[in-house]
């Protein structure tokens, strides 16, 4: 019984690196870095934790940490990827989402940009990923 959890665990576990690096790949093909992926799995380990020890080999998907750095080695360093969204759009987005103590994109430090100009978003996959990916299908 143990053994058997153990395969199906490896097999999901490597099932779930594949589908990282393919997300890694449609991220780069939009030229968005995909170390916004290990951000979101930064944030997902600040908010559940990691899976430690012995019950990591039992576990379906693989640790955070391993999923953030692979994340961040993917990224080229020296390249410069596009921001997600403009100033005007992280607004309308955290205002949408119900962000408080984010909602005003000012208190960021944009106050002297353009409400269309790019920004450096700092979470960056929370952009219109699936108008990226829509993109990249048709180019």
Same mark, same amino acid.
Request: hydrophobic share 35%; charged share 25%.
């Given at each position: @019984?143990?053994?058997? =959890?153990?395969?199906?665990?490896? !097999? $999901? =576990?490597?099932?779930? /690196?594949?589908?990282?690096?393919? &997300?890694?790949?449609? %991220?780069?093909?939009?030229?968005?870095?995909?170390?916004? %992926?290990?951000?979101?799995?930064?944030? @997902?380990?600040?908010?559940?934790?990691?899976?430690?020890?012995?019950?990591?080999?039992? $576990?379906?998907?693989?640790?955070? &940490?391993?999923?953030?750095?692979?994340?961040?080695? &993917?990224?080229?360093?020296?390249? /410069? !990827?596009?921001?997600? %969204?403009?100033?005007?759009?992280?607004?309308? %987005? =955290?205002?949408?989402?119900?962000?408080?103590?984010?909602?005003?994109?000012?208190?960021?430090?944009?106050?002297?940009?353009?409400?269309?100009?790019?920004?450096?978003?700092?979470?960056?996959?929370?952009?219109?990923?699936?108008?990226?990916?829509?993109?990249?299908? /048709?180019?």
């Amino acid at each position: @019984m143990l053994a058997n =959890q153990l395969v199906n665990a490896s !097999y $999901s =576990q490597a099932a779930e /690196t594949r589908a990282d690096e393919f &997300a890694h790949g449609v %991220l780069e093909a939009a030229n968005v870095t995909p170390s916004a %992926l290990g951000s979101f799995f930064k944030r @997902m380990q600040d908010e559940n934790g990691d899976v430690e020890g012995f019950a990591a080999h039992l $576990s379906s998907h693989p640790q955070f &940490a391993k999923r953030i750095a692979a994340s961040a080695s &993917a990224a080229h360093s020296g390249h /410069t !990827y596009d921001p997600v %969204l403009s100033k005007g759009q992280w607004r309308d %987005l =955290q205002r949408i989402c119900g962000t408080s103590s984010d909602a005003d994109p000012d208190a960021n430090g944009w106050e002297d940009e353009a409400d269309d100009a790019p920004i450096d978003n700092p979470r960056p996959n929370r952009g219109n990923s699936s108008a990226r990916a829509q993109d990249v299908k /048709t180019k």
